[in-house]
Every structure is written in structure tokens, then in C-alpha cells.
């Protein structure tokens, strides 16, 4: 209780996003089943500062990065993660519990086509041409499923969560 008395209030949350993040990467789990695509979405919802959404996103990547290891295509990954978060941080006073299937949906779109285009673009696995990319993205399918629903699961833990700990829980804290 200590430490908790240590950080602003605001502090409090965005550091404990990046923890859940980091650690959510690193812990074994479901090819694609993480929370990742979810916290781009809602972090514009949370921080309500862009440049705090993009830092939390970018520092949560590295970390992870740091123990699980660089790979080839890392630049589409981040850069769609920036998109999506810029994205709905414009839309982030938009965002409710009706809508956020349709936000969870999209997000998860937007990283499906941009990964799998680096995938393409950047690796050895597929021919370089049309064929190619329609091979990458046929094959990629399945993992869209985890994607769609770890995006779906999390953006709506993370609201709920978000607004009891910040309606009720904080007030009780503090």
C-alpha cells in the first residue's frame, strides 16, 4: 500500500498496462491470443494523450521484444499498432460497450491486412507477386481467429476493468 501512495494517480494504470503487456507476450499462450491489438485500441480511451498511448504501446513492444527475441518484420508490426492506436485515440470518446465489437473488429482487420502485408513484403516464405501476397493472406487466416478474439475479450475486460477501478476502486483507495 506503500508503493501505491508513492505514484500520482494517474500514473497508477499506465504503468500497470505496460506490466500486464510486457508480461501478457512473455507468459505461454495461444498463437495471436494477446492483448496487444485491444490495448491499441482502448489506450487512447484510457490515457486521453496520444503521445502517453504511443510511448505505452512502443515501451510495452520493446520490452517484450527485449526477452522474446527481434524478428524480420517487427517495423510492420509497430507501425500498424501505431495506426491502430492513432486511429481510435481520434474516435476514443466514440468508443462504448455497443461499439466496441466493432472497434475490436477493425483493429484486428487493420493488423491482419498491414502484418501479413510485412510478412509478405519482407520474408522468404512467399513468392514476390500477387500470388504471393494472396497465398500469405489465405494462410494467415486462421490465426486471424485468435486475433479477432483476444482482441474482443481484452478490449472489453480492459473497459470494464478501467471503468470499475476508476469509478469505484480508486475513490476507495485513495
Known amino acids: 500500500m506503500k508503493f501505491l501512495n508513492l ?3 494517474e500514473e497508477i494504470f499506465p504503468i500497470s498496462l505496460i506490466l500486464i503487456l510486457t ?3 512473455l507468459i505461454p499462450h495461444p498463437p495471436n491470443f494477446t492483448p496487444i ?8 480511451y484510457f490515457f486521453r494523450n496520444i503521445y502517453l498511448s504511443l510511448f505505452v504501446m512502443l515501451f510495452s513492444m520493446l520490452l517484450a521484444d527485449v ?12 507501425l500498424t499498432l501505431f495506426l491502430i492506436t492513432f486511429i481510435f485515440f481520434n474516435i476514443s470518446n466514440k468508443i462504448n460497450s455497443k461499439n466496441l465489437l466493432i472497434c475490436s473488429l477493425t483493429g484486428s482487420l487493420v493488423f491482419f491486412i498491414f502484418s501479413n502485408f510485412g510478412v509478405w513484403f519482407l520474408g522468404s516464405l512467399y513468392e514476390k507477386s ?6 500469405c493472406y489465405i494462410l494467415a487466416i486462421p490465426f486471424f481467429l485468435n486475433t479477432l478474439l483476444s482482441t474482443i475479450f481484452f478490449s472489453y475486460s480492459s473497459f470494464i476493468f478501467f471503468n470499475i477501478f476508476e469509478k469505484k476502486l480508486f475513490k476507495k483507495i485513495f
Open 7 to 9: 505514484l500520482k494517480k
Open 23 to 25: 508480461f501478457s507476450r
Open 37 to 44: 491489438i485491444a490495448m491499441a485500441i482502448m489506450s487512447g
Open 67 to 78: 526477452f522474446i527475441g527481434f524478428y524480420y518484420n517487427m517495423i510492420f508490426v509497430y
Open 130 to 135: 500477387l500470388t504471393g501476397l494472396v497465398e
